[in-house]
C-alpha cells in the first residue's frame, strides 16, 4: 500500500519578487498621478525658457463707475488710519456685477481711497474708490494664455488650492522618478548601458552649470 502524498508546500514569493511588483505598483500609480502634471510643467518649461518670444501683448481693458450714495456711506471718508481689510460685502458685489472684477481680496485702505489690487495667473488688475466722491476707476490686463500656464508652473498668484496641488504634484514626481530608479536597478544586470546612461543624465547638467553657467 503506497503511502499517502503529501501536499507540497506553498513556494514563497521571493523577496526581489515581492519589491518588484511593489515597485511596478507604486511607479504606475505616481505616474498615472503625474501625468498631466508633468505634461503641464514640460510644456511650461519651454515656453518660460522662450518667455520673451512666444508670450503675446498685453491686453488691457479700462473702466470707469460711480458707486452708488447707499454704497458710499458704508466706505465713506473717516480719519481712521490706514488699514489693509476686505471691502464690505455689498461694495464688493457692485465691484464684480458693474466692473466685472472680482471684489474680494484684501484692499488697501487709506484716508481718501480704497486700492484693490487684483493679480490673478497671466494678467493683473486693479480697482479703486475714491471715498469723497464713490469715483470708480478700474483695469484689468491680460498677456495670454500662454502667460496663464506660466504663472501656474511658477505658482503666481494662483492661491492656495493650486499651491497644494504643486505639492502633491512634486511628492508624486518624486515617487515616479524614485522608484523608476530601483525598477532600473533591478533590471540593470540584463541593460548594461543602465548606469551609463544615469550618469549621463546627471553629468551632462553639471558639466553646463559648471562650465556655462557664471
Known amino acids: 500500500m503506497h503511502a499517502p502524498v503529501r501536499a507540497q508546500p506553498k513556494k514563497k514569493k521571493s523577496h526581489k519578487t515581492f519589491w518588484l511588483k511593489q515597485l511596478h505598483s507604486w511607479h504606475w500609480i505616481s505616474s498615472a498621478v503625474s501625468l498631466i502634471g508633468l505634461l503641464l510643467f514640460a510644456f511650461t518649461g519651454i515656453t518660460l525658457n522662450h518667455a520673451a518670444d512666444v508670450e503675446g501683448s498685453p491686453q488691457t481693458v479700462e473702466r470707469t463707475a460711480t458707486l452708488p450714495p447707499a454704497l458710499l456711506n458704508r466706505i465713506a471718508a473717516d480719519d481712521a488710519p490706514d488699514s489693509k481689510k476686505p471691502l464690505p460685502a455689498e ?5 464684480e456685477k458693474e466692473i466685472g472684477l472680482s471684489g474680494q481680496g484684501d484692499a488697501e485702505w487709506s484716508g481718501d481711497e480704497i486700492y484693490l489690487p487684483l493679480p490673478r495667473p497671466g494678467g493683473d488688475g486693479w480697482v479703486s474708490i475714491d471715498r469723497h466722491s464713490g469715483a470708480v476707476s478700474s483695469e484689468a490686463t491680460s498677456r495670454g494664455w500662454i502667460s496663464y500656464l506660466n504663472d501656474l508652473h511658477k505658482g503666481r498668484n494662483t492661491g492656495t488650492a493650486w499651491k497644494w496641488f504643486i505639492d502633491i504634484f512634486a511628492v508624486a514626481c518624486f515617487l515616479f522618478a ?12 540584463k541593460r548594461r548601458s543602465t548606469w551609463p546612461l544615469v ?3 546627471l553629468a551632462i547638467p553639471a558639466v553646463l552649470a559648471i562650465i556655462f553657467i557664471h
Do not use: D, E, R
Not at 91 to 95: F, G, N, P, Q
Open 91 to 95: 461694495v464688493a458685489a457692485w465691484v
Open 178 to 189: 524614485l522608484t523608476g530608479l530601483l525598477l532600473l536597478q533591478l533590471h540593470a544586470a
Open 199 to 201: 550618469a549621463a543624465g
